[in-house]
């Protein structure tokens, strides 16, 4: 209720009149994320749950690169319709030292289509100063899982920037 209120509040502060820019797409980052074996968790009143470690990894972007801290996962429901549910939550250290969390959910109906694009929404915690545009921004994610030489499970994830 009280946040209702509040955006009720600020869309009647909003001059008359204006209108909102089209939404653009900006590339903001790209990560290589390395995964561990699953964890059945088992099933619930949901749906059968899954956890999947993750492990670490790399990501980089213009003015943004660094690695992914191991001890991450993937909370994954498979749902009744056969589309998995997927909350990663994460944290990325930049090769200036700066640690971000990253908490990344989406929906994959792949098993279903195995064409299907996945689309994630992702919300960054960054610490304030050069990275905290990462947090004051909306971003959209595409997941595809890739195949790395030493045989390791993995997903590329491409970050954009909604502008």
């Known amino acids: 209720m009280r946040s209702t209120i509040a955006f009720a509040a600020l869309a009647l502060s909003l001059p008359t009149g204006a209108t909102a820019a089209e939404?653009?797409?900006?590339?903001?980052?790209?990560?290589?994320?390395?995964?561990?074996?699953?964890?059945?968790?088992?099933?619930?009143?949901?749906?059968?749950?899954?956890?999947?470690?993750?492990?670490?990894?790399?990501?980089?972007?213009?003015?943004?690169?660094?690695?992914?801290?191991?001890?991450?996962w993937d909370w994954q429901l498979r749902r009744a319709d056969g589309c998995l549910q997927i909350k990663a939550d994460y944290m990325l250290r930049t090769d200036d030292g700066a640690v971000i969390n990253v908490v990344n959910t989406g929906v994959s109906c792949r098993a279903r289509d195995p064409k299907a694009v996945v689309r994630t929404h992702p919300v960054f915690e960054a610490p304030i100063g050069k990275y905290d545009w990462l947090s004051q921004g909306c971003f959209i994610g595409t997941l595809d899982p890739v195949s790395l030489p030493d045989g390791q499970r993995a997903v590329r994830i491409r970050f954009y920037r909604v502008t």
Do not use: C, H, K, Y
Not at 44 to 58: C, D, K, S
């Open 23 to 72: 939404p653009a797409l900006e590339f903001a980052f790209e990560e290589t994320v390395t995964l561990a074996a699953d964890v059945p968790a088992g099933q619930t009143a949901l749906g059968t749950r899954n956890i999947v470690p993750i492990t670490g990894g790399t990501f980089s972007g213009p003015g943004l690169r660094g690695t992914i801290m191991g001890g991450g």
